[in-house]
């Protein structure tokens, strides 16, 4: 069974860093594109950032440049790098990933989501 696991969520200062980290385990054949969402409170989940098997990345507008996303394929793990955390980040954090698992002789790509990681941001 295939599982996601984040970590590195907690609470932090105004201005503060966090790095999040989604490791993926199970009967993994490949892993092709990896990415982040989050969830405010009372709102909808949405994009944060995504990042491709080659390495290409996409991030939500209103990120750009204070998050950074990137992946260890060798571990299959994603990671989130968040800088410069504002009070409106405060959200449950999850990951996902596209995955190929293969089993009998077949391959089954599906598109897996961890349990999510909440991140705080407060003084």
């Known amino acids: 069974q295939v599982q996601l696991v984040e970590s590195g969520g907690g609470l932090v200062q105004p201005g503060g860093s966090l790095r999040l980290s989604c490791v993926a385990s199970g009967p993994i054949f490949r892993i092709n594109g990896m990415g982040w969402h989050r969830q405010p409170p009372g709102k909808e989940r949405e994009l944060v950032a995504s990042?491709?098997?080659?390495?290409?990345?996409n991030y939500a507008d209103s990120l750009k440049g204070r998050f950074t996303i990137s992946r260890d394929n060798a571990k299959n793990t994603v990671y989130l790098q968040m800088n410069d955390l504002k009070p409106e980040d405060t959200a449950v954090y999850y990951c996902?990933?596209?995955?190929?698992?293969?089993?009998?002789?077949?391959?089954?790509?599906?598109?897996?989501w961890g349990q999510g990681t909440q991140v705080t941001v407060s003084s």
């Open positions: 996902n990933a596209d995955i190929v698992v293969r089993m009998f002789s077949r391959t089954f790509d599906d598109n897996y």
């Open positions: 990042i491709g098997s080659s390495g290409s990345t």
